[in-house]
Nanobody, 122 residues
């Protein structure tokens, strides 16, 4: 069992930055691929970014490529999402998720956090 807790969301102006964190419980964090997803009001949950267990490879949705950076610190059981050049269309609840095995860009993850709201004003 893995418990995930996101933090770092908030209200920011367009062009600004936020850094989300996701702290995981348990001793096997390094055995999980980690993903970030978001869900805007009235829309389906969508993939944002993901990172392999070792942190060696990262993956991004086209809509955030070049603006967002996913990273992890396995010693701290934490995964991060650095979001720069934020746009109003980035407004959503952001979720982190953990998955045994390889990275996928679908919602097929085993564990989910409760989400953190990110609001970007124009």
């Amino acid at each position: 069992q893995v418990q995930l807790v996101e933090s770092g969301g908030g209200l920011v102006q367009a062009g600004g930055s936020l850094r989300l964190s996701c702290a995981a419980s348990g001793r096997t964090f390094s055995s999980y691929a980690m993903g970030w997803f978001r869900q805007a009001l009235g829309k389906e949950r969508e993939f944002v970014a993901a990172i392999r267990r070792s942190g060696g490879s990262t993956y991004y949705a086209d809509s955030v490529k070049g603006r967002f950076t996913v990273s992890r610190d396995n010693a701290k059981n934490t995964v991060y999402l650095q979001m720069n050049s934020l746009k109003p269309e980035d407004t959503a609840v952001y979720y982190c998720a953990a998955r045994s095995g390889v990275v996928v860009t679908t919602t097929q993850y085993d564990y989910w956090g409760q989400g953190t709201q990110v609001t970007v004003s124009s």
